[in-house]
Structure formats: C-alpha cells, structure tokens
C-alpha cells in the first residue's frame, strides 16, 4: 500500500543554518511528490512538487527539495534557515496513473531560533 | 484573484447533529477536494467532486458526503455526528485541465463536536 513517513515530528534549527527535512514513501508505481506547509490557523501552502525530469526541484522561499528514487526520499532542504520558516511542513504523495488524492504524512514542526 | 474560501470558520456542534461545511475554489478551477485534518495528524482524503459528480472517494462512512455546485463550489455534509468527527476540515481546488497537479488549500473550517 502507498505511504509516506515522515520520522521526525520536530526539527530544531538555529537561524542561518541549512535545514533538512525527512520525507520517505512506499509506492508501486511512480510517484508525484509534494511538499507543503502550514501555519497556526492556516490552511496548507504549497511549497513544491517533484512529477517528473530533475531530480532536484526548486521551490517557494527559498526551498528546494531531491528526489531519490532508490532510497525512496524526497527531503525538503534550505540552505539558510529564518526564524520565519518555523511552521508545520508536511510531504504528500499522489499517484501519477490516480486522481487528486493526496496522502500525507503525519508532518514535521520546524522550530528555527534565532 | 480570490484564493479558495471556506465558511464558517468554526463550528461547535453536538453529538447526532448534522452539518454543512462550504467551499468555494481559486478561480479557474473545477475540482474540489475535502480533507480531514485531526489534531496532531496529516490531512485524510474524505472525496473529491468533478463535474457536479463525486469522482473518487477516501476510507470514510456514508455519513460524510458531499456535492457540487455548476459553479464549481462544493459543500460537505456530516450526519449523525460523533465526538471523533472534531477536526480541521480543509478544501482543496485544482485544474484537471492545467496539467498542473497543484492542489490549492483554504484556511479550513475548524469543526467542535461536543
């Protein structure tokens, strides 16, 4: 069955430094990838999607996200945090040959200090 | 350009009641998709409407159903409401036709079954 994990529920950063988070998923077929993310009382923003071609996608403030086929990951990475960035992110996976369904994971807290 | 709007904003309903929640896509859009978001945990896939007909449906009970508007609004409806039904439920839009894959997510109606 298709899934996606995210192992961390929190990850602490220090403002100015890279960030990463862990995106990994189980699927039969081929994968669109979505990272997006969520302020208190807001709904879900879309930061990125990896559908096809480069495995490097490049995104919204700043974000940029790999995907790697063989270990099954799509982490979502920032070269320079901002205490801005602090918010609830969630990767989402869709199945290309299924509708819009998305299925998310159980999301990542970004705590970045200043 | 209006984003997707929801209403309301919150909710507080009692155990057995029924309720209507309302969405109205980004403009362009056709499809619409209604989520479950529980405390602590990633959306869940509730169902997606197209063309006024429910095109795909998640792992939840016939109480949870909904319909499409021929402006391509949407309205999701909860029978015989239970305590586990309190949630964030989140609407999401998108294009069939603009080959995109990009959901686009209102702000959510927060939902308090008592």
């Known amino acids: 069955a298709q899934s996606v994990a995210q192992p961390e529920d929190q990850v602490n950063v220090a403002e100015g430094n890279p960030l990463t988070v862990k995106c990994t998923y189980s699927v039969s077929g081929n994968p669109y990838l979505f990272w997006y993310v969520q302020y208190p009382n807001r709904g879900l923003q879309f930061l990125l999607k990896?559908?096809?071609?480069?495995?490097l996608v490049k995104g919204s403030y700043g974000f940029e996200a790999e995907f790697n086929k063989s270990q099954t990951s799509f982490h979502l990475k920032k070269p320079s945090a901002l205490v801005s960035d602090s918010a609830l992110y969630f990767c989402?996976?869709?199945?290309?040959?299924?509708?819009?369904?998305?299925?998310f994971g159980t999301g990542t807290r970004l705590q970045v200090f200043p | 350009d209006a984003g997707v709007t929801q209403s309301p904003t919150h909710l507080i309903k009692t155990r057995g009641q029924q309720v209507t929640l309302r969405c109205s896509p980004k403009s362009g859009h056709d499809t619409v998709s209604w989520y479950q978001q529980a405390l602590g945990q990633g959306p869940q896939f509730i169902f997606q409407y197209y063309e006024e007909e429910e095109r795909q449906r998640g792992n939840f009970p016939d109480r949870f159903s909904g319909h499409q508007f021929p402006n391509y609004s949407s309205e999701l409806n909860v029978n015989a409401l239970l305590l586990g039904d309190s949630a964030l439920y989140l609407c999401?839009?998108?294009?069939?036709?603009?080959?995109?894959?990009?959901?686009?997510f209102g702000p959510g109606t927060r939902l308090t079954v008592t």
């Open positions: 990896y559908i096809t071609g480069d495995n």
């Open positions: 989402a996976l869709r199945l290309s040959y299924n509708t819009d369904k998305l299925i």
């Open positions: 999401a839009s998108s294009s069939l036709r603009d080959g995109s894959y990009e959901q686009y």
